[in-house]
């Protein structure tokens, strides 16, 4: 799918795209924070109607939402492919012993034998995330294992 950004000087960035039912739709990222979402007229397209807007808050949980769990199921799908590898989700607590330290000081894939193979931070996905990449409370781990090094990360961030 192609994603058209397009800056918008003073107010921000809108992303458009055409959707699988042919409709043209667009989200605008306002500098202040929140999210727009229009649908542009098959009449006039350079004339976009609102549908409706999210709070930064709320865009964060809808990227929650959306993010997190679309990524380990395309890692799902992959794991399907190997008889005994998961994929799973493992978050980082605010009492976890890892929070506001580097990802490698859980020595989680040395001691599991599972592999951390991003992180999901509010919206944002960090792919591939180095050992020196700092945990922050509420990050969601995602994991590629086998089910019992997936749950060994998960006592790993919790208990240490």
Not at 19 to 33: E, F, K, M, Q
Not at 37 to 60: G, I, K, N, W
Not at 88 to 111: H, M, N
């Amino acid at each position: 799918m192609e994603v058209k950004e397009v800056l918008l000087p003073g107010v921000g960035l809108r992303y458009e795209f055409d959707n699988a039912d042919g409709h043209h739709l667009g989200v605008i990222a306002r500098r202040g924070g929140d999210f727009e979402f229009v649908m542009y007229s098959a009449a006039d397209p350079d004339q976009a109607h609102p549908v409706f807007r999210l709070t930064d808050e709320e865009a964060d949980a809808l990227a929650q939402i959306l993010g997190a769990p679309r990524l380990v199921e395309r890692f799902a799908d992959l794991t399907k492919e190997v008889p005994g590898l998961d994929a799973g989700q493992v978050e980082i607590v605010p009492t976890s012993p890892f929070v506001d330290r580097p990802l490698g000081d859980t020595k989680a894939r040395t001691r599991t034998g599972a592999s951390i193979v991003a992180i999901v931070r509010d919206e944002e996905v960090l792919a591939s995330p180095g050992p020196g990449e700092v945990l922050h409370a509420d990050d969601v781990l995602v994991v590629i294992g086998t089910e019992d090094g997936i749950a060994g990360v998960r006592r790993i961030v919790d208990q240490g």
